[in-house]
């Protein structure tokens, strides 16, 4: 069965599948699958129905999420981790990751051990537009200091904000840096690096949407995302100059209030750092929506 490389014509297929089923988590969106390209060798085939989506690195080949159709399929699910698993040397690397929690008792029932993979954050837009009430005083004391101290322009992101954009970033990652000294934590923001050019590249195609603060006409903070669902947005990247007091809160505060129409925002997973987990639940999430790994050691 061959693989087909992704590329920017799949989208109405992918979204096709995508829609089929509503979905909660970030992940289940042509977006975010299709800026990995630069780092993964993403590849994709139908198997009785269900879309079925590969990412090959140097450690070897998993499913970044579950077969995709109408109706869940034994078929698909089985004939997909073969094929995964034929493509790699060490079986431990064969998996399907981003298994909703709706889908959880159909893998088991076929042998899958289904472990916690990461959770995603859903707060209520409402609340990061007012920032209102106690359990919220410390971010709005930051957009408020912000806002009294600085004179700023806040416009929508546009595709030649680009270069603007990846400079921040890279400033932003030597900060970073320079408190993490952690392999894991510095490789992560390389690979994120990486993934940004290719969504800045792909803007539009990708239908994205953000906004940028600059500050004497240079851009020290920027914003963007994709609609998941009817209800809710998600927040692919925020960055901000670290310097600046106050801008990371009022940056997304004042995103949400241009998102007008959505009840939620997805913040998406803490990428299993304890800092950025304490972020996201400081903005009280109504909803923690897990995503699960699974493998079957039953197979070869």
Avoid at 52 to 69: A, E, Q, S, W
């Amino acid at each position: 069965m061959k693989l087909k490389s992704i590329s920017l014509k799949d989208k109405a297929r992918f979204n096709q599948y995508l829609k089929y089923s509503p979905h909660e988590l970030a992940v289940y969106s042509f977006a975010d699958i299709f800026i990995w390209k630069a780092l993964f060798d993403i590849s994709w085939v139908v198997i009785d129905g269900n879309l079925c989506i590969f990412f090959k690195d140097n450690f070897g080949t998993f499913l970044y999420l579950p077969p995709l159709g109408k109706k869940f399929s034994p078929e698909a699910v089985l004939n997909s981790y073969d094929i995964a698993a034929g493509l790699n040397k060490n079986p431990e690397v064969t998996r399907i990751e981003n298994i909703e929690d709706k889908e959880i008792a159909s893998y088991r029932k076929l042998g899958f051990k289904c472990p916690l993979k990461s959770q995603d954050y859903l707060c209520l837009r409402k609340d990061l537009v007012d920032l209102s009430g106690n359990k919220l005083k410390s971010q709005r004391w930051a957009r408020n200091y912000f806002l009294n101290h600085y004179e700023f322009e806040f416009s929508t992101l546009l595709a030649k904000d680009k270069q603007g954009c990846l400079d921040l970033y890279d400033s932003w990652m030597g900060m970073r840096k320079t408190g993490n000294p952690g392999h894991i934590y510095q490789g992560m923001m390389e690979d994120s690096r990486i993934a940004l050019q290719t969504a800045l590249a792909n803007y539009r195609a990708l239908n994205l949407k953000g906004g940028v603060v600059r500050i004497n006409k240079k851009i020290c903070g920027f914003t963007f995302g994709y609609e998941l669902n009817k209800d809710a947005f998600c927040i692919l990247y925020e960055v901000t100059d670290l310097s600046v007091k106050g801008l990371a809160q009022f940056i997304f505060s004042r995103n949400c209030a241009e998102l007008k129409g959505y009840k939620y925002i997805n913040v998406m997973d803490d990428s299993g750092l304890e800092n950025l987990k304490k972020v996201k639940l400081a903005y009280k999430p109504v909803k923690l929506i897990p995503a699960y790994i699974a493998k079957n050691e039953q197979r070869p």
